[in-house]
């Protein structure tokens, strides 16, 4: 299976011929041609930087049929009485265009008291790579490669170094990192990598480019 690191949280899933679009939000560039492309769309929560309603909706417009599975918050943006729009929670699993599927978790990180917490899930895809949204989600199951936020208004390092400790997959990737500078990339790398703090081998992958997995 080949992972593609797109602007920000946005990755792609790619096995016999099928893409999986994870997050496709409003910092990523290449978002239509991206949308164009996949066989199915899982959003993990309905902030923009994950979630770009307008070039969805007009995605949807040109292929009607193009499976969405995202939580409640998100689907109910979406158009109504569609069998491809499709709401999951903690709990669900299936297969999606070739791909098995798992769902966890149920709530953003918290970025204030003052702000309230959304709804916010992660997906396991194939028993391998998982895609904690907006938390360090912690699954309960093994875990072959992480997906590691390291930038935001919720995210701090030392947490995601904990983070990857108590998830202790093979190995974990950066993203949600587009607030940073490139050497605070650089930076996160070298923690989230370092043997005496994780133990984890940590990659971090320019825009566009892939990683077997």
């Known amino acids: 299976m080949e992972l ?20 496709p939000g409003t ?6 041609e991206l949308l164009a492309g996949a066989d199915a769309v ?11 309603k307008d070039r969805i909706l007009a995605a949807l417009e040109t292929r009607p049929d193009l499976p969405i599975y995202a939580p409640a918050q998100v689907t109910a943006q979406l158009p109504e009485g569609s069998g491809n ?8 699993s ?5 791909f098995s599927i798992e769902v966890f ?12 917490q959304i709804d916010n899930v992660g997906f396991l895809i194939d028993g391998t790579v998982f895609h904690p ?8 199951v093994p875990v072959d490669t992480l997906l590691v936020p390291t930038s935001g208004p919720w995210a701090k390092l030392g947490e995601a170094i904990d983070y990857v400790r108590e998830v202790a997959p093979k190995q974990s990737v950066q993203i949600h990192d587009l607030l940073l500078s490139e050497p605070g990339r650089q930076m996160s790398g070298y923690m989230l990598g370092n043997d005496d703090l994780t133990g984890v081998p940590f990659t ?10």
């Open 105 to 116: 978790g149920e709530t953003h990180a918290l970025i204030h008291a003052l702000i309230p």
């Open 27 to 32: 910092f990523t560039t290449n978002i239509d």
């Open 204 to 213: 971090t992958l320019a825009e566009g480019e892939s990683l077997s997995v």
């Open 85 to 92: 729009i499709h709401t999951v929670a903690a709990g669900f």
């Open 133 to 140: 949204g907006d938390a360090y989600l912690v699954p309960g």
């Open 94 to 98: 299936g297969t999606i265009a070739g």
């Open 42 to 52: 899982l959003i993990t929560h309905e902030h923009g930087d994950h979630f770009d």
């Open 4 to 23: 593609t690191k797109y602007a920000h949280a946005t990755v792609t899933l790619e096995k016999d011929g099928h893409e999986l679009l994870i997050d």
